[in-house]
């Protein structure tokens, strides 16, 4: 997921540079925690945060579509084997491309970015098993919780919660339907997952106050796979060595890890957290749809009034966050 680093704007850019380019409608949306780290630095004109907005948009359809095809891996992989599989690739993947520094930080630099790598893996880890239990829309729905949480507690305007409790009602609307089909397990796992897609989002933004470009994004990555690695390869073993296996793992892997944490990386030099925590109450709707063309699964008229009512929700924070 649902879930990447924000990045820093670059080496020459720095801490002093982020601190300059926001303004202060930024800072009371994102809150005391996150403005600390001035995620938001896409000055004051609207260009900036609508391009923050395009770029969660595009993630966001990115991983849920991997999700969906993750899950046609299961039978062969398992869920553990699977996101295993996925996170290793994909940190591959992005040590090649960025080939990070790793000289000259300090401990609370490596203690920031190894927190975002085990929040990272573990989200990932923590959904795939809710998917393998329930279906992909409402484990989505559950997991969104944790950024709308978010998003009400960094939020300092009434109209910040208005529009988090409106999209909140819409998530609830929109996995309603197939609430039948939940079980314990999977919703244990589904919110797990929604806490620690709330704690990625917070990390996000502090490893990459400290990491410049992709390097925050790749060392977490590489943190991940390290947990999860030992993990799929007890449960699924050489399976995962398999050609057909490692070829469609290489294809979720860019769907579901590399392309959505890059964008979302630069969406949060653009965007303050709280309502790039909203935003994400849009992933239940594309997960929605990448479970109706990927799965089969079938949208009822009330999952689509919900849809509309996430979207208002975005749309309206989206105008919250730029005043």
Not at 75 to 82: D, I, M, S
Not at 222 to 246: D, F, H, K, N, R
């Amino acid at each position: 997921m649902s879930a990447g680093d924000t990045g820093k704007p670059g080496n020459t850019a720095g801490a002093g540079n982020t601190a300059g380019a926001g303004h202060a409608g930024s800072e009371a949306a994102a809150g005391p925690e996150v403005s600390a780290v001035r995620v938001h630095v896409g000055g004051s004109t609207g260009r900036g945060s609508l391009t923050g907005v395009g770029l969660v948009l595009a993630g966001t359809v990115s991983v849920q579509f991997g999700s969906a095809f993750a899950a046609l891996l299961f039978p062969r992989a398992g869920a553990l084997g699977t996101v295993a599989l996925r996170i290793a690739l994909a940190a591959v993947l992005l040590l090649l491309v960025t080939r990070p520094r790793l000289r000259g930080y300090t401990r609370a630099d490596w203690t920031v970015v190894a927190g975002f790598g085990l929040a990272l893996g573990g989200m990932n880890m923590l959904f795939y098993q809710a998917i393998d239990r329930i279906p992909l829309g409402p484990a989505v729905t559950l997991e969104v919780l944790g950024p709308l949480l978010l998003s009400a507690v960094t939020s300092r305007r009434a109209a910040g919660l208005l529009w988090a409790g409106l999209a909140l009602a819409g998530v609830y609307l929109l996995g309603s339907g197939g609430f039948d089909q939940l079980t314990l397990p999977g919703v244990a796992f589904a919110l797990g997952a929604g806490a620690m897609w709330a704690a990625y989002i917070l990390l996000n933004a502090r490893a990459g106050a400290r990491f410049p470009r992709l390097d925050g994004l790749a060392i977490a990555m590489s943190v991940a796979a390290l947990v999860s690695l030992p993990l799929g390869l007890t449960s699924a073993g050489t399976t995962l060595l398999e050609p057909g296996v490692l070829v469609l793992g290489l294809a979720i892997a860019v769907m579901s890890s590399g392309v959505p944490y890059t964008l979302e990386l630069l969406a949060l030099r653009r965007l303050p957290a709280a309502t790039f925590a909203v935003l994400t109450s849009l992933a239940p709707a594309v997960a929605a749809l990448a479970g109706y063309l990927v799965l089969h699964q079938g949208l009822s008229a009330l999952q689509c009034a919900a849809i509309a009512m996430v979207v208002a929700a975005s749309a309206g924070a989206v105008r919250t966050g730029r005043r």
